[in-house]
């Protein structure tokens, strides 16, 4: 049994041309398969990491961040998303360990292909038009198969998914 967003009401199609009827919704069934899907992308990182390091792969960069409990350096791999020359990053599965961490240190560094880190303040996104930009702009902009995948989950990812603009702590050199 699904659960409505509690968002869902007025503008349930959230300005993305849908009809009112189309309440965004938490999914059990998208819920365990982006589980998945990130177990199976987490075991595969020490494979993929030399290629999106090397020559870059999409819009892969890595996030280096303090973890929550050990202050140990977490490094992960994430789709940078660029929507009107502002960063962001997210998760469509609500949080998990990596936002955790991030909304615990507050800032992290972000390493993109033969570039300098970069340090950075994330920023959650509220609900509303931004975000929903963002998360319409995951299909687009991740690669096979994420950007699939986020479409057909897209309803579930409307409701419980967590994003962040990224703004960089000091201008890049």
Do not use: K
């Not at 987490?42 to 090397?54: D, K």
């Not at 992290?108 to 509303?128: C, F, K, N, T, Y």
């Not at 038009?129 to 990812?157: C, D, K, M, S």
Request: aromatic letters at 10%; proline letters at 9%.
């Amino acid at each position: 049994m699904s659960r409505w967003c509690a968002t869902a009401g007025a503008d349930a199609s959230w300005g993305l041309g849908l009809p009112a009827a189309y309440a965004w919704e938490v999914s059990p069934f998208w819920s365990r398969t982006l589980r998945l899907f990130y177990r199976v992308i987490t075991r595969l990182q020490p494979l993929v990491r030399p290629l999106a390091q090397g020559i870059g792969l999409g819009n892969v960069v890595e996030l280096v961040v303090a973890g929550r409990r050990t202050g140990r350096p977490r490094v992960v791999l994430l789709g940078l998303l660029r929507v009107d020359q502002r960063w962001y990053l997210g998760h469509p599965n609500g949080p998990v360990n990596w936002t955790r961490n991030l909304d615990a240190a507050g800032s992290a560094s972000l390493v993109l292909v033969h570039q300098p880190p970069i340090e950075i303040r994330p920023e959650l996104l509220p609900d509303g038009e931004e975000r929903r930009r963002v998360i319409a702009a995951t299909w687009h902009q991740h690669i096979f198969p994420g950007n699939v995948i986020y479409w057909l989950a897209r309803r579930h990812i409307f409701a419980v998914g967590r994003y962040y603009r990224i703004e960089p702590l000091r201008p890049p050199a």
